[in-house]
């Protein structure tokens, strides 16, 4: 075993750790060396969005002991930052911090660990009184003045993980230079005894029913047509909180918008951490979603959601033109989110002049497309929500921002929250569908016509996970083949451009001209091929995985069309990744 971590191990066992943990280490020991060599060889890292891991004892874990080292580096990092003076001090002033948690195993357990912490540094925490989705903590951080804030949480990865999402004074996940800031200050404790475990209990605060009104109120303002959702009433509506915490907002939220005729999927209604229903509880993969596609057709619904254990990720599924139950993937709804807000607010003579959505990198280029044509900006940033929050910062008082969202199941409407929100994602999904209903269409139809206006766009995702300690070095090999050797040509088109954003450079492969790419470094390569297609490669910061987006299209000329056109769309996607050696 190597000596850093045989040494890791023996300070485990030598220092102030429980007894039952020292135990499970001679377990371990004896039993499965290489599972514990895993668990020590390095230390989970206090990435740029918090921590996320399998639980379990060891440096490389999730655990009371690493949620408590980080918890105080970030507590001497805010109170770095947000100092208070003598006079604020004797007149009580403390900053703040919320904290919620999700359905997870110990993710309470994890929440009340950090609140003590924060507590105990004199920083006063409001503690969620239960589980609660991801977007209202965002919320709640705006609402309350916090500086910062917790969740606790893996999204949507497998039931051993668990994490810990940090945020920042205006509700986002933090972007530089705080992200690094507080990674040095995380890293800067070397011990259990640099850790404020307890003594500061008075200064917690549970927060719950108040704060969800307030929520949900706000969703309510979103919507851009309630007469429609109150004609369209009795649209049936079938959600899935996927055993997650949507079960605590999302069924008030589409009572709010008016609807009465929504049927919860029973057997995911009560919030669970070992997701009994499904395999992974990621409303992306079909399996995850077939118990609600079930009820949906026995019912006859008009639309199915489902939300991730967070419920900041939302999945669509409605009836295609045979009448057949399909699943819309994330770029889908993100383009068909993106136009109701740009048509809608247009048509019901709310557009602004100075209205603009934001996207990322990876999301389909469909939605640059629309807004061009309606008038409205469309920015690019890098993968992530926090960076279409610090786009809406450096727009604030300047543009009006109206929608932003990313390919991976996730939208942001309006700008009172800062991260991903499923619960008014869900809510608009059925102001949509209610919307084209009252056309005598359906949301799949809208889709079709959007393709024939702005032409057909296909998209595909593919990850490749690398586990272990030579996982991150495979992928790391992968990225450097593409960036120095790129290919000239894929599926018979010309590679014309290599847009290389940890390089910050763009580059034509034809002409040999570069520009500078403004946007915050990140390990991300695409490919723009002559013919329209783009290829994006991206090594993931909280998995041991490489993802790989492809993106092609064409024209359409009729709706009757659609389904030839869209096999050769996936026959294209297909070639490009056989030849890229990826299927």
């Given at each position: 075993?190597?000596?850093?971590?045989?040494?890791?191990?023996?300070?485990?066992?030598?220092?102030?750790?429980?007894?039952?943990?020292?135990?499970?280490?001679r377990r371990m020991q004896s039993e499965n060396p290489s599972e514990l060599e895993d668990a020590f060889y390095k230390n989970l890292e206090f990435g740029t969005g918090g921590l996320r891991g399998i639980m379990g004892i060891g440096t490389n874990r999730m655990n009371k002991y690493t949620v408590g080292m980080?918890?105080?580096?970030?507590?001497?990092?805010?109170?770095?930052?947000?100092?208070?003076?003598?006079e604020a001090l004797a007149k009580g002033e403390m900053i703040s911090v919320a904290i919620a948690y999700d359905c997870r195993n110990n993710s309470r357990f994890f929440a009340e660990t950090t609140a003590n912490i924060f507590a105990?540094?004199?920083?006063?925490?409001?503690?969620?009184?239960?589980?609660?989705?991801?977007?209202?903590?965002?919320?709640?951080?705006?609402?309350?003045?916090?500086?910062?804030?917790?969740?606790?949480?893996?999204?949507?990865?497998?039931?051993?993980?668990?994490?810990?999402?940090?945020?920042?004074?205006?509700?986002?996940?933090?972007?530089?230079?705080?992200?690094?800031?507080?990674?040095?200050?995380?890293?800067k404790i070397a011990s259990l005894d640099d850790v404020k475990w307890q003594g500061g209990e008075a200064n917690i605060t549970l927060i719950g029913k108040e704060m969800d009104a307030d929520y949900l109120n706000m969703v309510k303002g979103l919507s851009v047509y309630p007469e429609i959702c109150t004609v369209q009433q009795d649209m049936k509506i079938v959600y899935t909180p996927i055993h997650g915490s949507g079960i605590m907002l999302v069924p008030?939220?589409?009572?709010?918008?008016?609807?009465?005729?929504?049927?919860?999927?029973?057997?995911?209604?009560?919030?669970?951490?070992n997701f009994p229903t499904v395999v992974y509880p990621n409303p992306e993969e079909t399996e995850a979603m077939s118990i609600g596609l079930k009820k949906a057709r026995e019912l006859d619904a008009d639309i199915l959601l489902g939300t991730d254990p967070d419920a900041d990720r939302v999945a669509i599924g409605v009836k295609d033109r045979k009448g057949?139950?399909?699943?819309?993937?994330?770029?889908?709804?993100?383009?068909?989110?993106?136009?109701?807000?740009?048509?809608?607010?247009?048509?019901?003579?709310?557009?602004?002049?100075?209205?603009?959505?934001?996207?990322?990198?990876?999301?389909?280029?469909?939605?640059?497309?629309?807004?061009?044509?309606?008038?409205?900006?469309c920015y690019n940033v890098l993968t992530g929500f926090k960076w279409i929050s610090k786009m809406i910062r450096e727009k604030e008082g300047k543009e009006n921002y109206?929608?932003?969202?990313?390919?991976?199941?996730?939208?942001?409407?309006?700008?009172?929250?800062?991260?991903?929100?499923?619960?008014?994602?869900?809510?608009?999904?059925?102001?949509m569908a209610a919307y084209e209903k009252n056309k005598g269409r359906s949301l799949y139809d809208k889709m079709i016509d959007l393709y024939v206006q702005y032409g057909c766009y296909k998209e595909s995702l593919v990850s490749i996970t690398k586990k272990g300690m030579n996982g991150a070095t495979e992928i790391a090999a992968m990225m450097e083949g593409y960036r120095?050797?790129?290919?000239?040509?894929?599926?018979?088109?010309?590679?014309?451009?290599?847009?290389?954003?940890?390089?910050?450079?763009?580059?034509?492969?034809?002409?040999?001209?570069?520009?500078?790419?403004?946007?915050?470094?990140?390990?991300?390569?695409q490919f723009i091929l002559a013919d329209g297609t783009s290829i994006s490669a991206r090594p993931s910061g909280t998995e041991p995985k490489i993802k790989f987006y492809f993106s092609v299209n064409s024209k359409l000329e009729n709706a009757d069309d659609f389904e030839v056109k869209d096999k050769e769309l996936e026959e294209r996607i297909v070639r490009i990744q056989q030849e890229m050696g990826l299927k």
């Open positions: 075993m190597d000596p850093n971590t045989l040494q890791k191990i023996n300070n485990w066992l030598e220092g102030d750790y429980a007894t039952e943990v020292k135990d499970e280490i980080a918890t105080q580096g970030y507590a001497n990092y805010l109170k770095q930052c947000f100092a208070l003076s003598p105990a540094n004199g920083i006063r925490v409001y503690l969620f009184e239960s589980l609660r989705p991801t977007p209202e903590l965002s919320y709640a951080i705006r609402k309350l003045g916090c500086k910062g804030g917790v969740v606790c949480t893996a999204s949507h990865n497998p039931k051993e993980y668990n994490g810990y999402k940090a945020y920042w004074d205006d509700g986002a996940q933090m972007v530089p230079p705080h992200d690094k800031n507080v990674i040095k200050e995380v890293e008030q939220a589409l009572e709010k918008f008016g609807f009465r005729n929504v049927h919860i999927v029973e057997e995911q209604s009560v919030p669970d951490g057949e139950w399909v699943l819309l993937n994330g770029n889908q709804t993100a383009v068909l989110a993106f136009n109701y807000m740009i048509e809608a607010r247009k048509a019901k003579g709310i557009a602004q002049p100075n209205d603009m959505v934001i996207k990322t990198i990876v999301t389909s280029n469909m939605i640059d497309v629309i807004a061009a044509a309606n008038g409205v900006a109206i929608i932003g969202g990313e390919e991976s199941f996730g939208l942001m409407i309006g700008d009172q929250i800062r991260d991903k929100d499923s619960v008014s994602a869900v809510a608009l999904g059925c102001e120095s050797d790129p290919p000239k040509t894929i599926d018979g088109a010309s590679v014309e451009k290599l847009l290389d954003y940890e390089l910050q450079k763009g580059r034509n492969l034809l002409t040999g001209e570069e520009w500078t790419i403004d946007l915050p470094k990140s390990n991300v390569l």
